[in-house]
């Protein structure tokens, strides 16, 4: 008898679903979102200074205002909540904690976090603090910045006090985002605050940074409750040579070394990569690393938080290239790239996002599975991943945003695809929650899933928000809207 129900020879690909318990998640820092600079006792930060010499910043626009998060944060939680959002990570302003970096804390910026993380928990989001973003206290970089060891002990005290009054509500900590920008777009580029071109000064940075973050795990987990899962958010580079030769694939290994291994090495292996400090011998001696400094950066992690675009594709001469692609953030005439600078940086292949980055998920997927592979056991979440692109606001009002959503999907199934591959990925985190200040690009380039209207800061939330808050409540990779 023929069966009535012939299997159908094409029958619907499954659509792809993410392990219980993943975090859906939205990010900002500080800096970008919060404004209320002189609000409450917080002091200027090295963005506050930068924003206002003349020729750094997209306009003279600064982070005075930003999206005015600080005080419009009930709403904008309540925003995340009815999108559908489980994770925010947001990050902690030092100068406002801890006014000029030193001195007794301020209980009023301390409020705010506490505030911002009960509302957070009440609309059962779950709250991932960062503790450094960038925005450097301005006294501290008076007495010399990231370059001085003493930055990274009162970095470690800060993070103490920032757990002890935060702790009780925040379980997940990120110690720095992206230390790379920090050290060499901060000191050796200078395209970021504090606009410093000196490479050994990077390299300093770049020590002092991992220094304070090994002396901040320290402090943290002396100061929270058992069970706080620590981090740090890295901005990897998926680094690739132009060509097979020799010459490109020994500029790539130059480049993941001072791009990348700068940090993992000391960070998880306890340990400068040799390779590195071979290529930078004719800068410094590295003599700034005191015995003992190794394995204080060396601490054990709970996961690690990746940030990624965009691939970063490079040639053994920098002929034909521009400057402008060099670190990704805008160029700048000075290298970043200490003992690597006479690499040359090229644009990926494929579309291209307003920062005009590639469009290319493989290399999210490589990064994932590379991590998993060489640190096994260490969970991952990707910290932050997003695109700017010129959106329009329709005559309705509303801001229809495909190549935002098409963008996210694809790195969503470059997530999923590492999970696959064995990668333990537990969280994604969408930069951003808002349109905000976007650096030395001030308000021109648009991150957000939610539109940020520049003169009454009213906040719209975009086609991408409404498909990506359908995804995060269902846990599956959704189509795309009208596909
Ligand atoms: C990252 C930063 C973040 C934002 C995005 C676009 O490098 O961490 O603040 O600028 O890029």
Request: glycine share 10%; hydrophobic share 40%.
């Amino acid at each position: 008898m023929a069966d009535p129900h012939p299997s159908d020879p094409h029958p619907p690909a499954a659509v792809p679903r993410f392990p219980a318990g993943f975090l859906w998640g939205a990010a900002t820092s500080a800096y970008q979102v919060e404004g209320a600079a002189a609000e409450d006792g917080r002091t200027p930060s090295i963005w506050d200074t930068f924003c206002r010499v003349p020729g750094r910043v997209h306009r003279g626009q600064t982070g005075d205002v930003a999206t005015d998060h600080y005080h419009r944060y009930r709403d904008d939680v309540r925003l995340m909540a009815e999108l559908g959002l489980t994770a925010y990570r947001f990050s902690v302003s030092w100068p406002r904690v801890r006014p000029t970096g030193r001195g007794p804390a301020s209980q009023r910026g301390l409020d705010f976090y506490r505030r911002l993380a009960d509302e957070l928990l009440t609309a059962g989001i779950t709250p991932v603090a960062t503790l450094y973003h960038w925005d450097l206290p301005e006294e501290l970089e008076a007495a010399g910045g990231w370059p001085e060891r003493a930055t990274a002990e009162r970095f470690a005290e800060y993070a103490a006090l920032v757990g002890e009054a935060v702790g009780d509500r925040v379980h997940r900590w990120t110690t720095l985002n992206e230390p790379w920008c920090s050290a060499f777009l901060g000191y050796g580029s200078g395209v970021h605050a504090p606009g410093r071109t000196d490479p050994v000064a990077a390299l300093r940075a770049a020590h002092h940074l991992n220094l304070g973050h090994g002396l901040a795990v320290q402090a943290l987990r002396a100061a929270l409750p058992a069970g706080a899962l620590l981090s740090v958010a890295l901005n990897l580079h998926a680094v690739r040579p132009l060509t097979p030769s020799a010459p490109d694939r020994d500029a790539a290994r130059r480049i993941d070394a001072v791009g990348n291994r700068v940090f993992l090495g000391p960070m998880l292996e306890g340990a400068y990569p040799k390779d590195l400090l071979d290529d930078t011998a004719g800068l410094t001696d590295w003599s700034f690393v005191r015995p003992g400094d190794p394995a204080t950066v060396h601490q054990p992690l709970d996961w690690l938080g990746v940030n990624y675009y965009t691939p970063t594709v490079v040639s053994a001469t920098t002929e034909g290239t521009e400057p402008a692609r060099q670190d990704g953030h805008g160029g700048g005439q000075v290298s970043p790239w200490p003992g690597a600078d006479r690499v040359g940086f090229h644009r990926a292949p494929g579309d291209v996002t307003a920062m005009d980055w590639a469009v290319d998920p493989s290399g999210l997927h490589e990064l994932l599975t590379g991590m998993a592979r060489r640190y096994p056991g260490l969970p991952l979440a990707v910290t932050e991943n997003g695109a700017a692109y010129e959106d329009e606001v329709g005559a309705d009002g509303a801001v229809d945003d495909p190549h935002r959503a098409a963008y996210v999907r694809a790195h969503l199934a470059a997530v999923h695809r590492a999970v696959t591959d064995g990668a333990d990925v537990r969280g994604y985190f969408l930069w951003s929650l808002l349109d905000n200040f976007e650096w030395a690009y001030g308000y021109e380039k648009r991150f957000g899933l939610v539109h940020v209207d520049p003169r009454t800061l009213a906040r719209t939330p975009k086609s991408s928000a409404h498909w990506y808050g359908r995804v995060a409540r269902s846990g599956e990779l959704l189509p795309l809207d009208g596909a």
